[in-house]
């Protein structure tokens, strides 16, 4: 099944990223690998709702399902934001809001194999946006994921495509 197999690599890049061994396995790690894991079955739930409601129901559901984990995991780190963090919040929301809402656009009229992949691109703004704000230089183990999870989507999309699954 094509959303199992995608979920296996979400898995398999957040191993590569956290490097076992490297560190102390802790509750930071496992909530690394929770949230891929709760992040693919977010977008399985969209695609399963965006058969039966629209684009824009959709969007607005899908946080109101995922909001209660969201507010367990703030309540212990939360701290109130000031004015101008409150207008960066909402720039973000409103950017994140338009995003889902084209994210589940696209996997309302297409296969989840075939846009699932284009998702990968984040990889490469993540990096970018890492190092213009951070100065982070990503580790090789982090292209080393990268290159992984984008090849061996690009496989499973080639073959399941060729079988006239996709």
């Known amino acids: 099944c094509m959303p199992i197999r995608l979920l296996v690599l979400f898995e398999i890049g957040a191993m590569i990223i956290m490097r076992p061994g490297a560190a102390p396995l802790n509750w930071v790690a496992v909530g690394v690998l929770a949230s891929s894991l709760l992040w693919a079955i977010s977008m399985l739930l969209a695609k399963h709702i965006a058969k039966y409601d629209s684009t824009l129901t959709t969007t607005f559901y899908q946080p109101l399902m995922t909001a209660p984990l969201?507010?367990?995991?703030?309540?212990?780190?939360?701290?109130?934001?000031?004015?101008?963090?409150?207008?960066?919040l909402m720039a973000m929301g409103g950017l994140a809001g338009l995003a889902n809402s084209c994210m589940i656009h696209a996997l309302r009229i297409a296969d989840a194999s075939l846009s699932a992949p284009a998702e990968y691109v984040r990889l490469v703004w993540m990096a970018l946006w890492g190092y213009l704000i951070f100065a982070e230089v990503p580790i090789w183990t982090s292209w080393l994921c990268a290159f992984f999870i984008v090849a061996a989507s690009a496989c499973v999309t080639w073959h399941d495509t060729r079988r006239g699954w996709g």
Request: avoid cysteine.
């Open 70 to 88: 969201a507010f367990l995991a703030a309540i212990p780190v939360w701290v109130w934001p000031d004015a101008t963090t409150w207008i960066i």
